[in-house]
Structures are given as C-alpha cells and as structure tokens.
C-alpha cells in the first residue's frame, strides 16, 4: 500500500495534529507499506525520518495562523507525488493540504480522507477580524471537505462541530492514540526534569502542554492559581510549548504574582524528556474548548496523570468527574476550585493521594495506543480502495473543482512534455 499523506504543519511544529501525522507515518512505513508526507516548506529544516517527506514552497503566515501556508499547486511536487502512485490520500488539514490531495485526486484516482481534528473555524475567526469575510472562509472550507471521498473525526465533539459549520455528509469517528507506553517515566528522568526546571518536590505541580495562544485557555489556569495562592496554597506550574501569545501569557502571569510558581521551558522536542514531565506533573491542566479530542490528554493519561478539563467541551469526552479527572466549567472560580480539591485531597493522612488515584484511572480507562488506532485506520483505508475499485465511490463535486481539473490538466500536459524531451534526451 502505498499512501500519501497531508497536513499543513509538520515538525519542527509541534502540536496535536502534527503528532498524529508522525504517528501514522511511522507505523504505516513500518508495517504496512510506503509513506510520503507532503507539508510546506520551513527554512533551514533537514528531514530524517523513515519515511519521505515532501517539503513544497510556502510563504511565511507565522503571525497570522501560527504556520507556515504552502502553495498547493506546486508543479514540481504534484510531479513527485503522482510518480509516487499512491494508493490512497489522507489529508489532516482541510486547507491548502486538501487542495493538494484534491488536484492529486484528478491525476492519480486515488481517493480522498480527510480527518477534522481541530475548530477550524476559531482559528479563521482569530486570523480575519471581518465578520463576513471570516464566515465566507469557512463556508469554503465547509465546501472543500465536502469533496472529500470520506471524512473522519477525531471524536464526536469534533464531528458535531462540523455539522454546525454546514457540513451534510456523513461522518465517520477515528479517534487518535498515544505513542508512550503505559506508565510514569523512568524514575531517574523525572528526577533529572525536576533538577533542570527547579521544581520543589514538597508541593503539587500543574502542568499545560501546547500552543501558547491565549484560547487554549491560559488566563483561566493562570487565575485559578493566583486565587489558591491567595489561600495559602504552595505549587509550581510549567507551561510547555510555544507559541505567538508566549511573552504576553508570561507578562500575566508575572503580573498575577506568579513568577516563582510559573516554569516556562518552551517547546519540548524530545519526547522522552516531555514524557518525564508528564509523568512528575499531579495534573495537566487544559480548560479549553477549542481542542477536539487532545493527544495532550491522552499522552497526560498514559504517564498517570489525570486533567482537569472543561465539563461538555470535546476534551473531556471519555472523562469522569471524580473518577478519571476533574470538570469544570470554563472560568477561573471552577479552576481555583479544582485545583484547591488537589491541593486538599492530596494532602489527607492516611488516604491515598487524589491525583494519583485519579492519574491510575485515566492511564488504565484512557489509554489506546497509536499502533492499535492505525490498524483500524488501515483496514478502512483497504475498505474505501476496494470501494472506489469497484465504482462504488460516488463523486464528489465541489465549488473550484473545474479549476482544479485544469490545473490537473495542465500538469499532466506538462508531464508529457517532459517525458518526451526526457526520452529524446536518451536517444541523443
């Protein structure tokens, strides 16, 4: 089998979706077949990984959506991935990454999945301040998906967004897994963690991983603690990641009186280091409702860490009040909150630690690795090849769709020419 797949971020980006890619590359070079991961280009990056990556020309868009957006129509990677001949396309972007897989669809016949991940829609909303330009951007997004020959969803939050946004089709759930094994980091890493970040041990540590950008929900976190060091409570809390909101969350916390307590490593690249953080964190914190179905969570619970997380938000599908974690509702009285029922459990004599009662919870209810999700992922990528061989994929039609033949048209037009001056080049 041989697959290529989409998304319009890729190392040395970190986040959810980014991760996923990874994952799927990995074990389906592994086990399955031959990969290609086509993503724009970043300047100075040097890919070694197992797999192709195809990095094609991009324009710098940092500021604006917090990456790089390449040129979908690249001839000389449209080139590349139609002599790949792949079987089948898996975009995890429904952008720029799926205008690729739609015009490599017009040249190949390969079909088309697209996985929703994320609330596309808040990030177009951040980026274009207009009403109704920010509405007619997501209307075209709505309609970009819908040329996807199958569409998945990471949950079922995640799928009900999309409804809401206009999206009529059907909708299959693909939920994401974890690449750590199952339990805390060795005990010589987490204690090399909390020498290099300075973490007291004689107080319980909180901990957010991700984008720092102001609607992963950082101004919550960080007035919930301020209020429990108004109480009398001692903690640390590290905020891992980066992100374009980074100095302004760092002045805030300053500001709130938190400079000791707040612990700011930035982006962590080694993922046996962030998973000895995972595993020396009492809590992962993430009061955000934009996420669907966060890796973060996951990854929190396969170390035996349990999250607080905003009751009836995507985050928190799977999880428990009480039992696996802790729900709140989205503002900094439910944080503080949460985080003082921490700092008091986990103070009782003679009751075991309730962070670690919940930690054990979420690793043991919460935890599906990478390995067994792409085994499923795979079978259905079988599934819709043999569909398609059989003529029972219905076409899908969608607004740019003549534009994008032309461009297939061209590209194929242009192939030949080169093929021709190739071959004549030989005969000479």
Not at 188 to 211: H, N, Q, T
């Amino acid at each position: 089998m041989k697959v290529c797949l989409f998304n319009d971020s890729f190392p040395p980006l970190i986040d959810g979706v980014v991760n996923t890619v990874v994952n799927y590359a990995m074990v389906i070079q592994k086990k399955y077949g031959d990969v290609l991961v086509a993503t724009p280009k970043y300047p100075g990056v040097t890919d070694n990984y197992p797999f192709e990556v195809l990095r094609y020309p991009s324009i710098n868009t940092v500021r604006m959506v917090g990456y790089r957006t390449g040129n979908p129509f690249d001839a000389a990677a449209m080139r590349r991935m139609s002599d790949f001949a792949p079987d089948i396309l898996h975009s995890h972007c429904p952008m720029a990454s799926l205008f690729m897989a739609r015009e490599l669809r017009n040249l190949t016949g390969a079909p088309i999945i697209l996985t929703y991940h994320t609330k596309f829609d808040i990030d177009i909303k951040r980026a274009l301040k207009i009403g109704s330009l920010s509405d007619a951007a997501i209307r075209a997004v709505v309609e970009n998906i819908a040329a996807a020959d199958e569409v998945w969803a990471v949950n079922e939050g995640a799928g009900e967004n999309l409804k809401s946004l206009g999206f009529e089709g059907e909708i299959r759930i693909m939920p994401n897994g974890v690449e750590f094994p199952q339990g805390a980091a060795p005990d010589a890493d987490i204690v090399a963690v909390r020498a290099e970040y300075s973490v007291p041990s004689d107080r319980p540590v909180f901990l957010f991983v991700g984008r720092m950008m102001w609607y992963k929900g950082q101004k919550i976190i960080i007035d919930g603690l301020r209020d429990i060091k108004a109480a009398g409570k001692r903690f640390s809390m590290l905020f891992v990641g980066d992100g374009s909101d980074l100095e302004a969350i760092k002045k805030y916390a300053a500001d709130a009186g938190l400079a000791e307590e707040c612990i700011f490593p930035g982006a962590i690249r080694d993922r046996e280091k962030l998973r000895a953080i995972y595993s020396l964190a009492d809590m992962f914190l993430l009061p955000s409702v934009f996420d669907n179905n966060p890796i973060v969570v996951k990854e929190a619970a396969a170390c035996g860490t349990a999250s607080v997380l905003v009751r009836g938000s995507s985050s928190a599908e799977g999880v428990t009040d009480g039992e696996n974690g802790i729900l709140i509702g989205e503002d900094a009285d439910s944080m503080a909150a949460a985080l003082m029922r921490i700092c008091d459990g986990d103070s009782e004599a003679g009751e075991k630690r309730l962070s670690r009662r919940l930690g054990d919870a979420a690793m043991h209810e919460l935890y599906v690795s990478w390995e067994d999700r792409i085994d499923v992922a795979v079978a259905r990528y079988r599934e819709v090849i043999e569909m398609k061989n059989r003529g029972e994929l219905e076409p899908r039609r969608a607004k740019l769709d003549r534009a994008i033949t032309a461009l297939s048209e061209i590209q194929n037009g242009l192939d030949k020419v080169r093929d021709f001056f190739t071959g004549t080049g030989q005969i000479f």
